[in-house]
């Protein structure tokens, strides 16, 4: 069971091909870095910053905002909440603008590396 | 908690050998699957089967003790293999045959030359085994306490559970990782501990001083010893000394003799001098560091000693069976080729274990079992945790280097055992049958319980050497018997039938003398120990000199038929040559 | 140690009986889940990835189950319990990063890979090399996360059983390794993916209704609650400052190194998660990237959801029990849940905190089992897949003899994590859990995310990437504390150590995206057309012939 495809293209590449130079990809791959890529540095920066204020900025941390609750506390909370919103918000994009158009383009390659694939044979 | 790591080993080992590693065709059978087995791992397989407990234990202990001389050890080990390449690995290859008796049937086309090189494998191999068994009880004693002779018993069990399966030696993949496993479990350890030499400052042996304690350290002598105090010096004994019972006491250990006896533990505060073995003291520093210095008459010992490894290497019966695997000449030559960096890769690390062993476990000196350094050093060097581990991973490895090797050599015994008593039945009855075949497996195998239960016995009752000693003396009894045979009966057309027979006796008598003296109990010093102990530099010119006069003598009595198989092989495959 | 333990309020001898029965109850469920998932196992297909036959709930639940170690569940409780704040900013770093696998990893892996990280690699590479990198790597960090995993349970095992002898505890990690070998060998990924599903349940069940007990304590009220924590953290004589149990400094605000090395694990924990092997074996055991997702998605609610009860459940252990109580029955705090768990059920002589302990207790050796299965069954894949069945056999191999071999390495890596968790109980395992992280951040997370989005990535980039992270990672470790001049490290008594952090992923994380960089400019391109890329870039996107 050799997993890994062939060294040399298997029938059907260019299709692969075709499809990565195709506008409707161009659009697709757009879609998804547009969203993923500036999403997870965003995260990232929002964590580190969080990171950064709970080692450097202890005074800030301590201040209380109501009862014992203090800032500290409120924003590490607001870590879990952004992480459940960005991934809430990440699947309701990708439901609505990737999805139905990754589906389509699967279906259109699939269908063509099929083509190539008999006419090889 | 090393016993875990030794029954794994063991475990493993043996489950193995009985069921045998057989996913799919490339770890099937050896010599069927000769020809899918590459030169690469070829070579890893003969260093797993090679570097046995004299190269893993051994050469540190040896260099601990007696210091730069002994680095020829492990030089002579991998040069042995060239010469044997050089010389003998191809015709002998061509020959057809598989061990050095039908080697020497094929060539001289007698039966006594056979029996007698027959006996002469058995006597080696069981020689080579014996430091093997002896090792792993110095092992097994050293990690866990258990007594000397639970060592021998364990690797003979497993040893025969190996061969009366029939598995290991097949099990090319099995034995290539067993080569990666000692290098592993010595490479790892000595970047850790060269650390920790770092982070202890760096020390070098004194130069004009015998070795010392560094730190406040207790000794446990197991076996009552006489030993020579230098200075006297304050120390705590719990046990006899002299003739005293002390408990836990402090006493003023006066310079001169002292007897310690058995199971007694001495405490030594930082700083003081190590004790030696009455009559045996340790070169100092300046003498420990620089060649031909460390023993007597070192000029003699060291040529004895590389005349031994250069020339032994070829009559070990291990050794030669492996170059079969190899479908052709260039295989055979890139393999000997990875095989000498595999084994100078080695190589390089038993010295350091040797030097820092010299630095941090000197008490070896006192008791003598100065084998033990390698297991030592990562407690007492590092400690914790960690050093524990390590610890465990260097027990692992040299339980590894006493089974393959043992196995390895007990196959061997096993097979020109099991192969010369066939031949006297067959002899006797002239038929066979198939109860007789199945007969046959039946005493192959009685034939490996003989070949692994004799050397365990022995290795109970002789005295015990340093491993690579007894090892030394392996190489010096094939050196003197099977490699004028070898080289003489594929280079010189005058070998005759009783030239062969005297020389082997002669070359192979008189070292196996030798080795019967030592194993008693040689002379403390003189050169009678260093003839005795080094047979080789005398023996090998004597059986040579021996044969080649022999076969002057009887010139009449050249084998018909010699011209054509001393062609045969020297033909490289590529000629096509009519075969008999 | 463990007299200790019972000094602490709780004689564990009286139900031990309770504990062990209800362990061998989950352990005998999920023997019978597993033998018959094992039945049904029949190709590679179903060994590596259960058939890729689990709904994205069912997966999801395992993806938690196998995160969720007892490092996690016992572990930031107790810190909570004894450094408070500090102990929750830990839980934080390991939530957040599951957005980087939801985000970049999960869906393209999931369509562009088979079974193992090393599949994608060698879309794009040369296979045997990238491969047996791809191995070498998982290997590593599996090994060290579950050595963690295995120290920490013998020590945990003797806690909550109250055992003082070691041949008790070490006769519990051989049970606890064999059955683990059970689960990976019979079941294969189906059998202990609903090992994990079923562990996974039991312990948020568990952690629900001791999180509902300790805020019924507290009437709901939050701030009440880290009220009476901080008040009861900071009394008797090694009671801390009630400001910082609140607000952070405790564990990691010492001084500047600490404080360095902090803001080293959060980044290794947020990029780390992303690149370990466990969990990457997961994304495939689902049909579809979509699946992947939804899957991810319902592990960062249940692992959030799980992460925030243990704030309560920490800080209730601090407001209800003495500090000197945790702190003599375990210096890590890591009995604080189940010691809160007795003390929430009723307390002294009670039934119901026997029972509660033992539930509590059950959960943590099932965690122990679960996760540890997944680890072993991770290396175990990726050496029969990568190693065995594409490099050691160059694609030759059948389908049953690459089972066979990955049942084999199961075994052996079992054997060794059974040895381990036997005689390494006092190493310091935390070094271990931040190395696997770091290795798994500075040497996988680059070569994945440069191979599914870098054109230009070639083979040199990722044996340099692969190696140079994980070379970084193991030396500066090495040449830190976690290895000598401490006395919780690996070799007290000497001291080589130069590296002033513990967690060396603020150095080698960068290194390894370095590396990679490096390694390709500077070698030629391999995929002068772009075709390979052109296939893979198409496929990670949307799905083409994915299996």
């Known amino acids: ?121 | 908690m090393s016993a875990a790591a030794v029954a794994l080993v063991c475990l493993a080992t043996a489950l193995f050998s009985v069921y045998g590693l057989r996913p799919g065709k490339a770890t099937s059978d050896f010599y069927v699957a000769s020809r899918a087995v590459s030169p690469t791992r070829n070579a890893y397989a003969i260093g797993g089967e090679y570097l046995s407990a004299a190269s893993y234990l051994g050469i540190a202990g040896l260099i601990l003790a007696f210091g730069a001389d002994m680095l020829w050890y492990g030089v002579g080990y991998t040069a042995g293999y060239l010469v044997l390449l050089a010389f003998v690995a191809a015709p002998l290859r061509r020959s057809g045959a598989y061990t050095v008796p039908d080697f020497a049937e094929a060539r001289l086309q007698s039966r006594k030359v056979r029996r007698i090189a027959a006996v002469l494998v058995v006597l080696i191999g069981w020689l080579y085994l014996l430091p093997q068994l002896q090792g792993a009880g110095l092992t097994l004693r050293t990690v866990t306490g258990a007594p000397l002779w639970a060592g021998p018993l364990v690797v003979t069990a497993v040893v025969i559970i190996t061969v009366a399966s029939g598995g290991m030696r097949s099990v090319t993949l099995v034995q290539a990782f067993q080569y990666w496993l000692k290098l592993t479990a010595l490479a790892v350890p000595v970047l850790f501990l060269l650390l920790a030499w770092r982070a202890d400052g760096a020390p070098w042996p004194d130069a004009a001083a015998p070795p010392s304690f560094r730190a406040a350290t207790t000794v446990t002598v197991h076996q009552a010893i006489n030993v020579e105090v230098r200075d006297p010096v304050r120390v705590t004994i719990d046990g006899t000394l002299d003739t005293a019972r002390l408990h836990d006491d402090p006493v003023l250990l006066t310079a001169g003799e002292h007897r310690i006896g058995d199971e007694t533990r001495v405490r030594f505060p930082a700083g003081a001098h190590v004790p030696h073995p009455v009559g045996e003291p340790p070169p100092h520093g300046s003498d420990w560091t620089r060649p031909l210095s460390g023993t007597d008459h070192p000029v003699y010992a060291t040529y004895a000693l590389l005349i031994a490894t250069l020339l032994g290497t070829m009559g070990l019966p291990h050794v030669i069976v492996r170059f079969y695997t190899n479908p052709d000449g260039g295989a055979a030559r890139r393999t000997t080729w990875t095989v000498l960096w595999l084994l100078a890769a080695f190589y390089l690390l038993p010295p350091v274990y040797g030097a820092l062993g010299r630095l941090y476990t000197p008490e070896l000196l006192m008791t003598g079992r100065t084998d033990a350094t390698v297991l030592l050093l990562p407690d007492r060097l590092l400690g914790g945790p960690g050093g524990t581990l390590l610890g465990m991973l260097l027990t692992a490895g040299a339980f590894a280097a006493f089974l393959s090797t043992a196995s390895g050599l007990t196959m061997s015994v096993a097979g020109v055992l099991g192969q010369e008593l066939e031949r006297y039945r067959a002899a006797r009855t002239g038929r066979r049958t198939s109860d007789e075949a199945r007969g046959e497996v039946r005493r192959l195998r009685m034939a490996g319980v003989a070949a692994a239960c004799v050397p365990c016995l022995l290795s109970l009752v002789v005295v015990e050497r340093p491993v690579a000693d007894v090892v030394g003396l392996a190489f010096a009894v094939a050196a003197s018997s099977f490699c004028p045979l070898l080289l003489l009966g594929i280079w010189w057309r005058g070998l005759t039938p009783h030239g062969a027979a005297a020389g082997l006796l002669a070359g192979g008598g008189a070292t196996l003398c030798t080795v019967a003296v030592t194993m008693i109990g040689p002379p403390k010093d003189g050169w009678a120990q260093v003839l005795l102990t080094r047979p080789a530099a005398w023996s090998v010119p004597l059986a040579f000199a021996v044969m080649i006069g022999v076969s002057l003598l009887t010139r009449r009595h050249v084998p018909p038929g010699t011209a054509q198989s001393l062609l045969r092989l020297h033909t490289p495959e590529s000629v096509q040559l009519p075969r008999r | 140690m463990n007299a200790a333990f019972q000094l602490a309020a709780v004689d564990t001898t009286d139900h031990r009986t309770l504990i062990v029965s209800l362990f061998s109850v989950f352990v005998a469920i999920t023997l019978v889940i597993t033998v018959l998932a094992g039945r049904r196992t029949k190709d590679a297909t179903d060994y590596y990835a259960g058939g890729r036959s689990f709904t994205a709930f069912q997966n999801g639940l395992a993806v938690s189950g196998d995160y969720m170690s007892a490092a996690s569940f016992l572990g930031i409780a107790g810190a909570i319990a004894l450094f408070g704040y500090d102990g929750f900013l830990y839980s934080i770093g390991f939530l957040v990063a599951w957005l980087v696998a939801l985000l970049l990893v999960a869906e393209p892996l999931r369509n562009a890979g088979r079974f193992t990280m090393g599949d994608v690699l060698a879309y794009r590479m040369r296979q045997r090399p990238v491969r047996t990198a791809a191995g070498v790597s998982t290997i590593v960090v599996s090994i060290f996360y579950l050595l963690a995993q295995m120290v920490g349970a013998g020590a945990l095992v003797a806690l909550l059983l109250g055992i003082s002898g070691d041949t008790g505890k070490n006769l519990i990690v051989v049970f606890v390794g064999v059955i683990m070998i059970l689960y990976v060998t019979i079941g294969g990924m189906k059998g202990t993916t609903w090992v994990q599903i079923v562990k996974a349940l039991l312990l948020i069940g568990g952690t629900i209704l001791i999180t509902i007990l300790v805020l019924a304590k507290f009437h709901f009220n939050i701030s009440d609650l880290l009220g009476a924590a901080a008040a009861n953290a900071s009394e008797g004589k090694d009671g801390v400052d009630a400001g910082q149990f609140l607000s952070g400094g405790l564990q990691y605000g010492l001084n500047s190194t600490t404080k360095l090395d902090f803001v080293s694990l959060g980044i290794a924990l947020v990029l780390g998660t992303a690149g370990l092997p466990h969990i990457l074996i997961r994304f495939y055991t689902v049909p579809t990237a979509k699946t992947a997702r939804k899957s991810v998605l319902w592990a960062i609610g249940i692992i959030g959801g799980f992460y925030l009860m243990t704030i309560a459940l920490g800080f209730g252990a601090a407001a209800l029990i003495d500090r000197a109580d945790i702190i003599s029955s375990n210096a890590a705090g890591n009995t604080a849940a189940p010691l809160l768990a007795y003390e929430i059920g009723g307390g002294d002589g009670s039934s119901g905190g026997a029972i509660l302990l033992a539930v509590i207790s059950a959960v943590a050796f099932a965690t122990i089992l679960a996760v540890v299965a997944g680890l072993t069954l991770a290396s175990s894949s990726s050496f029969a897949h990568d190693i065995y069945a594409n490099v050691i056999r160059k694609g030759k191999a059948t389908e049953r003899e690459e089972v066979n071999a990955a049942r084999m390495s199961a075994i052996a890596i079992g054997a060794v994590a059974i040895l381990l968790g036997v005689f390494a109980g006092k190493l310091n395992v935390a070094g271990l859990v931040a190395l696997a992280f770091a290795v798994a951040a500075s040497a996988n997370l680059p070569t994945i995310l440069y191979s599914l989005f870098w054109k230009r990535f070639n083979t040199t980039g990722a044996l340099w990437s692969i190696y140079g992270g994980l070379t970084v990672s193991v030396v500066l470790v090495l040449f830190s504390k976690v290895v000598s001049g401490d006395p919780a490290a690996m070799f007290p008594d000497v001291d080589f150590h130069w590296f002033p952090l513990k967690n060396p992923g603020l150095i080698s994380i960068p290194a390894g995206f370095l590396f990679g960089w490096l390694g390709s400019i500077l070698s030629k391109p391999e995929d002068e057309d772009g075709k390979k890329f052109a296939e893979l870039e198409v496929r990670s996107l949307t799905g083409a012939g994915a299996h």
Not at chain 1, 31 to 60: C, H, M, Q
Not at chain 1, 64 to 78: T, Y
């Open chain 1, 1 to 121: 069971m050799s997993t890994a495809p062939p060294t040399p293209s298997p029938p059907g590449n260019g299709s692969y091909v075709r499809m990565q130079e195709s506008e409707d990809f161009a659009e697709l791959r757009r879609r998804f870095r547009t969203f993923a890529f500036p999403v997870t540095i965003g995260f990232t920066a929002w964590y580190l910053l969080y990171v950064l204020l709970s080692n450097y900025a202890g005074d800030f941390m301590a201040k209380k905002l109501f009862g014992n609750i203090n800032v500290a506390f409120v924003l590490g909370l607001a870590q879990f909440l952004t992480t459940f919103l960005i991934a809430w918000w990440y699947a309701r994009h990708a439901n609505a603008k990737f999805d139905p158009e990754a589906d389509r383009l699967r279906a259109v390659v699939e269908a063509d590396v099929e083509h190539a694939s008999e006419d090889a044979r």
